[in-house]
């Protein structure tokens, strides 16, 4: 069984109005939900093989401190510029090509891509993936590159409001 966590970035500081969408940080709320939430799908649901994010700063952000939380290596974090103003079928393509030795794996990308993806999946309609909100899927394929809407389903949406 294959598992994924689509993750959507913590949030962002719009403090700087100079500053490019791609390079904006997190906020107060960003940093405090991050840790909380990377300590929650670890008890709840192990540790990831991989984290896979976009190179948007708000978004590699969250994954390095998912990654640090969760006490797995350098090595297991990557960054992916196709993540940043992806779409659906950017994501999946993106997920089609993590490697085989990988069971366990979070994404870390932006809405609305988040919401529309995580809805292709069978579960209940999530309105909207809050920032550093988690979808779990859980997939029967046997291999990354046959992950589809058709073998993978939604059985966790969790988000800090539920914690904090």
């Keep these: 069984m294959l598992k994924i966590g689509l993750v959507r ?11 490019s969408d791609h390079d904006r940080p997190l906020n107060p709320r960003g940093k405090r939900d991050a840790p909380i939430m990377a300590k929650k799908v670890q008890s709840l649901f192990g540790s990831p093989d991989l984290l896979v994010s976009s190179t948007a700063k708000r978004a590699f952000s969250t994954a390095k401190v998912f990654r640090k939380e969760m006490g797995l290596s350098e090595k297991q974090l990557v960054s992916k510029s196709i993540l940043y103003h992806s779409s659906i079928e950017d ?7 993590i490697d085989e030795d990988v069971k366990f794996a979070l994404l870390f990308a932006h809405n609305p891509t988040m919401t529309f993806l995580a809805n292709t999946f069978r579960g209940d309609m999530i309105d909207n993936v809050p920032t550093c909100g988690v979808v779990i899927l859980e997939s029967s394929a046997d291999s990354w590159a ?8 939604r059985v966790h949406f969790i988000y800090p409001k539920m914690y904090v």
């Design 91 to 97: 994501v999946l393509d993106t997920i089609a090509l």
């Design 9 to 19: 970035h913590a949030k962002s500081s719009w403090d700087n109005p100079t500053l």
């Design 146 to 153: 046959d992950f589809h809407t058709s073998n993978t389903k």
